[in-house]
Nanobody, 125 residues
Framework: VQLQACGGGLVQAGGSLRLSCAAS????????MAWFRQAPGKEREFVAA????????YYADSVKGRFTISRDNAKNTVYLQMNSLKPEDTAVYYC???????????????????WGQGTQVTVSS
């Protein structure tokens, strides 16, 4: 299984970025997908999740209203549109696949089946 994330970069505060994560080696539509992030010296934290069908989404309070998660099952790809970026959004962002039949709010680090390699997002003030 491979989850290949891309789209990170350096952006000024208030700017936007769109992350993509292409999956292979798994039946993509069988998995809920999520994004996590990890800032230097901090634990990995949940950002957003989307159900296998794309019909349900769930966000961390810190990104609600600014970030949008979506997926295209025909392309085996999940996206994270990030708007109104803040310096505190600076982190390595990881896509993740979760096959457990659990509510999206129950997706946590230890429930993840597969991780992507991460993409760096840096927001300058």
């Amino acid at each position: 299984v491979q989850l290949q994330a891309c789209g990170g970069g350096l952006v000024q505060a208030g700017g936007s970025l769109r992350l993509s994560c292409a999956a292979s080696g798994l039946t993509f539509s069988n998995y809920a997908m999520a994004w996590f992030r990890q800032a230097p010296g901090k634990e990995r934290e949940f950002v957003a999740a989307i159900s296998w069908s794309g019909g349900s989404t769930y966000y961390a309070d810190s990104v609600k209203g600014r970030f949008t998660i979506s997926r295209d099952n025909a392309k085996n790809t999940v996206y994270l549109q990030m708007n109104s970026l803040k310096p505190e959004d600076t982190a390595v962002y990881y896509c993740a696949a979760d096959k457990g039949n659990r509510g999206l709010h129950r997706i946590v680090v230890v429930s993840i089946d597969y991780w992507g390699q991460g993409t760096q997002v840096t927001v300058s003030s």
